[in-house]
């Protein structure tokens, strides 16, 4: 049986994250950052910015709001991310 690490917050009270995962890395670095409420990892230099820069600009839309990411529902965050994904020149459907 597998027992879960204990998490360190209060019960009851709702966490959140993103995720970034990049897969076209072909120069052998290695790209990892942190934010507040995401990790990125991985990508070519040119994905990895593209993904700050996304998670950036989705938490400043959550800071316009006044919201934080375990606060808004998937919906919102979906309406979110096609606005961030449209200013960042990229589509959130591909």
């Known amino acids: 049986m597998v027992q879960a690490a204990p ?6 009270k709702k966490s ?4 970034g995962v990049g897969f076209d890395c072909k ?3 290695t790209r990892l ?5 995401f990790v990125l990892c991985g990508g070519s230099q ?3 910015e593209k993904m ?14 006044g919201k934080r990411l375990e606060d808004v529902s998937s ?17 959130a459907d591909d």
């Open 7 to 12: 998490n360190n917050r209060p019960e009851g």
């Open 33 to 37: 950052t942190r934010g507040k409420n």
């Open 52 to 65: 700050q820069e996304t998670a950036v600009k989705i938490n400043e839309h959550l800071d316009r709001r």
């Open 27 to 29: 120069d052998g670095q």
């Open 46 to 48: 040119q994905t990895h």
């Open 75 to 91: 919906g919102e965050l979906r309406d979110i991310v096609r606005d961030v994904a449209d200013s960042v020149g990229d589509s």
């Open 16 to 19: 959140a994250a993103m995720l």
